[in-house]
């Protein structure tokens, strides 16, 4: 069994994600479910290394052996790119594959609000897509980054950890950069991107103190910042961001943050119930000045009633959303009511 074959077969069966497990056959995720696959033999320990480290380099084998966790890009001609993680686990080497295609797909593609568009073409700020892993950060904020490189003459920066979409020079210019190979890390290379002329920067995910910190002050300082956080909505985004500092420092990250925030987009991809495949469904939170200063106070807890009633400024709450995917017929009602962030509520509307 050759890796490109069965990287060629997870593109066919249109699959996220292809998991190389020890003692077992490859497993692929399709439509966000695991499907063990029925036409290759399982691997024992010794054959999955051995499978793993045929396409490992022989820098990448020394640097997994240090470190016990690898990530990387691979690009197979004429199929596609997948993101590459290779991991440890009960002492067996194993690894999980990421399906990323060639194309961006256009705003539109992802089922994205219009709010979007216009959130994009903002002089400056922050902007922070979250959600669960696998629910398609990356690909919003690539999409998101492609529409800008088409509409301005911006030099556009991202940080990413490994690259995955590839962008190419359209009326920007875009450089990429890749923790591993081209910097250190996240903060390393924020830190240095201020110093290259961005009018965008693209931050792969804010991972620490000091990247949370760089992209604040790159937000308040004139330039359009995205970035990801595994954070499940808006309330928890904001949160999580205040909370990774400590105390005496909370107070003026709060001023800074509610300064700084364009909009927070957290996202969920789900089943779809009118084709295979799955759906984007989304809660948009636009900092007014009435986000602003509950961000300052942190009163958090009153940011979804805000949501709610914010129709007129682009919000939109999950489960409006979640109401007209179902009445759309796009996702089931038991899909629907699963994700519902108010079930009792949700049932009445």
């Known amino acids: 069994m050759e890796i490109a074959e069965l990287l060629k077969e997870a593109v066919q069966k249109n699959a996220s994600d292809l998991h190389i497990i020890a003692n077992a056959p490859p497993v692929f995720r399709i439509n966000g479910e695991l499907v063990v696959s029925e036409e290759h033999p399982l691997m024992k320990a010794e054959e999955t290394k051995k499978f793993i480290y045929g396409f490992l380099s022989d820098s990448q084998k020394i640097a997994f052996e240090e470190k016990k966790e690898l990530d990387f890009s691979l690009n197979i001609p004429k199929v596609t790119r997948f993101r590459v993680n290779v991991h440890m686990q009960r002492g067996n080497v194993e690894a999980a594959l990421r399906v990323v295609p060639l194309n961006i797909p256009a705003l539109e593609e992802l089922n994205l609000p219009e709010i979007v568009k216009e959130l ?178 942190q009163r958090t807890e009153q940011i979804p009633s805000s949501i709610q009633t914010g129709a007129q400024f682009g919000m939109q709450s999950m489960d409006k959303c979640l109401k007209e995917l179902y009445q759309k017929g796009l996702i089931s009602y038991e899909t629907a009511i699963s994700q519902a962030k108010n079930p009792l509520d949700f049932k009445k509307m």
Do not use: W
Not at 144 to 163: A, F, G, H, S, W
Not at 166 to 171: A, D, E, G, L
Not at 268 to 288: H, K, M
């Open 120 to 297: 994009i073409n903002r002089p400056n700020g922050l902007i922070i897509v979250t959600g669960p892993t696998g629910m398609g950060k990356t690909t919003t904020l690539a999409s998101m980054v492609d529409r800008i490189n088409q509409e301005n003459k911006y030099l556009i920066i991202t940080v990413e950890d490994p690259i995955e979409y590839i962008h190419t020079n359209k009326q920007g210019v875009v450089k990429q950069r890749e923790v591993g190979s081209d910097t250190l890390s996240f903060a390393n290379a924020l830190k240095y991107t201020l110093r290259q002329d961005p009018d965008v920067i693209s931050v792969g995910e804010m991972r620490d103190l000091e990247t949370i910190a760089t992209a604040l002050t790159a937000a308040e300082t004139g330039h359009l910042v995205l970035t990801t956080l595994h954070t499940p909505d808006a309330p928890q985004t904001i949160d999580r961001i205040i909370d990774v500092f400590p105390p005496y420092q909370q107070q003026q990250i709060k001023i800074q943050l509610s300064g700084c925030l364009q909009a927070i987009i957290s996202q969920v991809l789900l089943p779809r119930a009118d084709r295979e495949g799955r759906i984007l469904a989304t809660e948009i939170l636009i900092a007014t000045s009435a986000i602003r200063a509950l961000i300052r106070e």
